[in-house]
């Protein structure tokens, strides 16, 4: 799964049926691609910001891009975005359908994530979130042509709730039904004894029915909100916040266990699970850096060579490890790269130098080809053979 989401990302991918070469580009080097309708180069938040990112496994000429812009112009670039040629080409897709308010938008606005069924790429999930007027879960079945909300998704508490700012998607690997969504801003803003976990934080929603229905997890004290969810496991999840560390469940969120004061990046991270070892390997990223642990997320090392950088996105193709300074960062700087057999020691790697790293990465690993959205340089793609 793109991402390491309980899943690796290298080796090859058995797919039947005709798959399009993509462009010859050099080997070893990134180069943008796209939308080229886009312009990109403004430091985040001033500037349209290159967020969410999925390739289709088996159709990786399939590539969705979330694009978001707090410029609320009739020009704004904001919105959802597909290629079905690795990004010779692009549309704005994203229609809207059901329970559209008179006089509101039809296409998706702010959005930040997305997911898509490896196993059906016509069938990706979107959230949206921190700005814009189609904040929530949204759900396609035409290859993102239009979405919708699910019947599950308006039977949610709504009276002194916000659960629909959507901050981060999860999906569990073995299933794609099985969804956790994190929010961008408070479930509560009332004093109400009844709804104290909610004020001033969010906790999780799960589905396990592709958002049929959803259970709500409450939130733990001091959580704060704008969090990022990770599956380890079906039942084994990793919680990131912003300022009180990482947490971990090992029972789907019956309880919680801090297991690093560390706080996650602000805009979310990736997490990447790496078996180059022999065992499994899990990498992080956070405020401060890289965190790895090997005994499954109980416990988390900072990885003292790269403790200065600013992470929104740590991830593998199988052979090397990449990280890149991230948002505001001001510093014009290489990936940094280090074998996944080591994981401790790093270093710049060649290849291009950019001014603002990944949101978040991906992996082609039928035609070998890492892709990275990052913040204010679109999509790059960096072709290894």
């Known amino acids: 799964m793109g991402g390491g989401v309980g899943g690796t990302a290298g080796g090859t991918v058995s797919c039947s049926g005709t798959i399009a070469m993509p462009p010859q580009r050099t080997v070893g080097t990134w180069v943008s691609v796209g939308p080229s309708s886009v312009s990109f180069g403004v430091e985040p938040p001033n500037g349209p910001q290159a967020l969410g990112l999925a390739v289709a496994p088996c159709n990786p000429e399939t590539i969705f891009l979330a694009i978001l812009s707090f410029d609320s112009s009739s020009t704004s670039p904001d919105g959802f975005y597909r290629t079905t040629d690795y990004g010779a080409q692009w549309t704005r897709i994203g229609a809207i359908t059901g329970n559209i308010p008179a006089g509101g938008p039809t296409m998706l606005e702010s959005p930040i994530r997305v997911r898509v069924d490896p196993a059906d790429p016509t069938h990706p999930y979107v959230g949206c979130g921190v700005a814009g007027r189609t904040i929530g879960f949204w759900i396609s079945h035409d290859s993102g042509n239009t979405f919708s909300k699910s019947a599950g998704w308006w039977s949610l508490p709504s009276s002194g709730n ?3 700012d959507v901050y981060d998607v999860a999906v569990d690997p073995s299933d794609f039904n099985h969804v956790l969504l994190t929010f961008h801003s408070p479930w509560a803003w009332t004093n109400d004894p009844t ?3 909610a004020v001033n934080n969010s906790g999780v929603l799960e589905t396990l029915n592709g958002g049929t229905t959803w259970l709500v997890h409450d939130a733990q004290p001091g959580w704060g909100s704008g969090h990022g969810i990770w599956f ?3 039942t084994r999840w990793l919680l990131g916040t912003q300022g009180d560390g990482y947490w971990l469940t090992q029972n789907s969120g ?3 266990t801090q297991v690093s004061t560390i706080n996650m990046a602000h805009g979310g991270g990736q997490l990447y699970r790496s078996v180059a070892t022999g065992s499994p390997v899990l990498y992080v990223s956070s405020s401060q850096g890289i965190l790895r642990s090997t005994d499954d997320g109980m416990t988390w ?3 003292a060579s790269t403790s200065s950088v600013f992470s929104n996105s740590v991830f593998g193709d199988g052979t090397t490890l990449y990280t890149h300074f991230a948002y505001g960062s ?3 700087s290489s990936f940094l790269t280090s074998p996944e057999t080591d994981g401790i020691n790093w270093s ?3 290849g291009g130098s950019f001014s603002d790293g990944p949101f978040e ?3 082609d690993a039928y035609n070998g080809i890492v892709y990275s959205a990052n913040w204010g340089n679109g999509l790059l793609a960096l072709p290894l053979r």
């Open 254 to 256: 019956q309880s919680w």
């Open 330 to 332: 001001g510093t014009v």
């Open 301 to 303: 090392s900072l990885i």
């Open 361 to 363: 990465m991906a992996y």
């Open 195 to 197: 709804m104290q976990l």
């Open 232 to 234: 380890i496991t079906s």
């Open 348 to 350: 710049m790697a060649p």
């Open 162 to 164: 916000n659960m629909s």
